[in-house]
């Protein structure tokens, strides 16, 4: 079938019909950029890191050596394991590190949500913390389900700022271990799937994270709940995941930042935002330097390469290396070597006891 085209030319119209043109999908469309720019592919940190964001749901002794390898060529000096469980598993879990790897990996526990409301359920979850701790564990990990899914025993769903979760996180602080939590999701994934949603790629072609405007609640009541938590526990630092999703609005969570001395923030999955506006993600970075540290969430070694470049370098307009997360080309940062030392280890070793900081330059 022809395709017409009209084309201005010398100020009138002119028909082009161009036979048997293929269709494609937006999808497929990925041309290759004509533009001519110095490239520096960085697969290789320039100083040692700390990714404080990722999962290895069986950290094995079979499957550490692996790991080291693939860490080792990334110069990745600690992976933070956020999916480390409670109880057995836990401890089984830390004691597979002891043995093979005391030095490069750290354990952040997991709460069981599981009856909520029952008597003596929360003292017995402030118990069960303890005893992770004791067995290893340096830090607790809240995934999403809390606030989306997790429900006490009357069925009702369980608020992220629920008072009988407080004294989880008061433990927290008296333990000194960091909270990192992931509340919520991409605010777009809460509104029409439309010409006008910057996530339509990447809702049509994984529908099912798709909510609608109260599923289960409004994206800005979670979001909140989630900070009433952080102001009603001062004594405990929690570290948002993903920029708390504020990362196309740096200008608000800048304000979260100055409202909030006990929050911290990673960008695991959210580069491409940085990546987008360097200059105002540079202003960022220098303003809260001491505030930010290394988040990746997903373990594809080869996908750690975007991060470096963007945090590293000056190219311009490169891809990510998903199209339907981002559709857009990125620009580097270009952050001063002082800066990157916080970002890659000196804030994560702040935070985050028991690293072995003789892994890392002065």
């Known amino acids: 079938m022809k395709n017409l085209f009209l084309i201005l030319l010398l100020g009138g119209y002119t ?12 999808e497929k469309y990925d041309p290759v950029s004509t533009l ?10 320039k100083f ?15 499957s550490i050596p692996q790991l080291l390898q ?8 600690v992976m ?56 290893g564990a340096n830090g607790l990990k809240i995934f999403k389900n809390l606030g989306f899914s997790v429900k006490d025993k009357a069925g009702k769903r369980v608020a992220i700022d629920d008072p009988r979760l407080g004294p989880i996180w008061e433990k927290c602080g008296e333990l000194k271990i960091p909270v990192l939590i992931h509340t919520a999701d991409p605010k777009p994934f809460w509104d029409p799937v439309d010409e006008h949603n910057e996530r339509w790629l990447e809702l049509v072609t994984h529908p099912r994270r798709k909510r609608a405007a109260d599923d289960p609640e409004p994206w800005e009541q979670l979001i909140e709940e989630q900070h009433r938590m952080f102001k009603q ?7 948002a995941a993903h920029f708390g999703w504020y990362p196309n609005d740096l200008g ?5 930042l100055d409202e909030l001395p006990n929050m911290m923030i990673e960008f695991g999955a959210v580069i491409a935002e940085l990546g987008r506006q360097p200059r105002a993600a540079r202003q960022f970075f220098e303003k809260y330097q001491d505030r930010i540290m290394f988040g990746k969430d997903s373990w594809v070694p080869a996908e750690y390469a975007t991060y470096f470049r963007v945090l590293e370098t000056d190219d311009e307009y490169f891809p990510y290396h998903k199209k339907y997360h981002a559709f857009w080309r990125m620009y580097g940062m270009g952050l001063p070597d002082g800066i990157l030392k916080k970002i890659y280890f000196k804030n994560a070793l702040r935070v985050i006891p028991h690293i072995d900081k003789t892994l890392f330059p002065d």
Request: no cysteine; net charge negative.
């Open 48 to 62: 040692p890191f700390i990714d404080v964001h990722n999962h290895q749901w069986n950290l094995s002794e079979q």
């Open 36 to 45: 001519k720019v110095p490239e520096n592919i960085v697969t290789h940190a």
């Open 70 to 77: 693939e860490m080792d060529k990334l110069n990745m000096a």
């Open 80 to 135: 933070v394991n956020l999916s480390g469980g409670n109880g057995q598993k836990l401890k089984e879990m830390t004691q597979n590190v002891s043995a093979k790897a005391p030095r490069r990996f750290i354990v952040f526990a997991n709460i069981d949500f599981n009856g909520v409301g029952e008597d003596g359920w929360t003292s017995k979850a402030v118990q069960q913390l303890e005893t992770d701790v004791k067995n």
């Open 15 to 26: 028909s082009i019909s161009i036979a048997q043109e293929k269709t494609m999908d937006f």
């Open 252 to 256: 608000h969570l800048g304000r979260l």
């Open 233 to 239: 526990h001062p004594s405990t630092i929690f570290i």
